[in-house]
């Protein structure tokens, strides 16, 4: 079982009568976001360590329970071992933490206690060292006994500070902080300004974590580009998602209408909002409307390549480039059902892929052939997936 830890009691360097904990992040209070990171690490019991209870804090953490978790406020490591499971592994985060899942998920995993590290002071200042050359970075695992050790201590001891100790000197693994990843998505803020710059940098880390080549090469600084502004201005995703719908239905017009190469460019800068969408979706927790998005970029290139089949001529209904496009279809899907994130290679076919595998060829006047060649790359995605899923011996 997965436990969480979470502090609420510092307040923010720049505004003393707000915490650090609900300050705005992510279109809620940072509490929350980093619930929901726990909530996404498996995490199903969160113990939120208070001071003192504000009106917003109340709020936040009553929005947190909403979400299917048992949410309880401590004020001590004795209440913290009162109200946790005694068999729980604790997933604790420092106050003031920004951070991805990327970093988090890897402190998920079974195992003993462990501490994220950094040897980079400037990239995190203010942090506590846990070793000569090492500074925790607000993330740790830690084993029941630590809590049970930290209640036994007197109780005006700093609760964060002392549970990170005695977790530093039973011997915690050290993982260390990725490399880029503290001045991107990952940090401790304690300052308001800072914390709204920190949107921007865990949106681009969000969008910038994709494995595919085209998600990632091409969909990711596109994405990038438009966040900051998108985010800056509060754009509903509602009007996001539906001025990227309507940018896609132009791209299919397009090629329905034998403009196929500047359909498919279109189709492909309509999955650019579509993906811009969808993280501003899942920045401010709204994760039916990122799933949809991210089906509709699915949807957009299985029915950019059905046109393009279609209006390829030379058969009747059922034209041979019909044909190739139906088989693309169903070989892309289902290489997109085998390769989920754990197993994917960088170089497997992906949705995003399609508009950018079939241009070439739609601009030398061979559509068939790019259909077939897609088709084809779809089906060997498919195969190595198949094969990376397989029990070894």
């Known amino acids: 079982m997965l436990a969480g830890l979470l502090f609420a009691i510092a307040a923010a360097d720049d505004q ?4 650090v904990a609900t300050l705005p992040f992510g279109g809620a209070t940072l509490l929350e976001f980093q619930a929901r990171l726990l909530i996404s690490a498996g995490v199903t019991q969160i113990a939120v360590v208070v001071a003192r209870l504000t009106p917003e804090l109340i709020g936040a953490i009553n929005r947190i329970g909403r979400r299917g978790v048992a949410v309880d406020t401590v004020r001590s490591a004795s209440e913290a071992v009162a109200k946790l499971h005694p068999l729980a592994r604790v997933l604790m985060f420092g106050d003031g933490l920004v951070s991805t899942d990327v970093i988090v998920d890897p402190f998920a995993v079974e195992g003993g206690d462990a501490l994220l590290v950094t040897r980079d002071a400037e990239a995190l200042p203010g942090l506590e060292r846990v070793g000569r050359d090492a500074i925790w970075a607000g993330i740790a695992r830690v084993q029941p006994a630590r809590l049970a050790e930290v209640a036994d201590l ?6 964060q500070s002392t549970l990170l100790r005695v977790t530093a000197q039973a011997g915690a693994e050290q993982i260390p902080l990725p490399a880029g990843q503290a001045r991107t998505g990952h940090g401790v ?27 990632r090469y091409l969909i990711a600084p596109g994405a990038r580009l438009l966040l900051p502004w998108l985010v800056a201005r509060a754009a509903p995703v509602n009007a996001v998602a539906a001025a990227s719908g309507v940018v ?33 979706a899942w920045l401010r927790d709204e994760p039916l409307l990122a799933r949809a ?9 299985a ?20 044909v ?15 390769a989920n994130e754990h197993v994917r290679r960088r170089w497997w076919a992906s949705a995003a892929a399609c508009p950018v595998v079939l241009l070439p060829f739609v601009l030398i006047g061979q559509p068939l052939a790019g259909l ?3 088709a084809t790359y779809a089906g060997v995605t498919l195969g190595a997936a198949i094969e990376a899923l397989r029990e070894k011996p």
């Open 16 to 19: 003393p009568d707000q915490l």
């Open 154 to 159: 007197p109780s005006d001891y700093d609760f």
């Open 189 to 215: 803020e304690h300052d308001s300004a800072r914390l709204r710059q920190r949107n921007d940098a865990v949106l681009s880390a969000h969008v910038s974590n994709r494995v595919a080549w085209a998600d």
């Open 248 to 280: 896609m239905l132009v791209g299919l017009a397009l090629i329905m209408w034998h403009w196929a190469s500047i359909g498919l460019i279109v189709n492909f800068l309509a999955m650019i909002g579509l993906a811009t969408g969808a993280a501003l």
């Open 293 to 301: 998005q991210q089906a509709a970029i699915g949807g957009g290139a």
């Open 303 to 322: 029915l950019g390549a059905i046109a393009l089949g279609a209006g390829d001529g030379g058969g009747g209904a059922m034209s041979a480039g019909l």
């Open 324 to 338: 190739a496009a139906l088989a693309l279809v169903g070989l892309g899907w289902l290489a997109e059902r085998a």
């Open 372 to 374: 077939l060649a897609a």
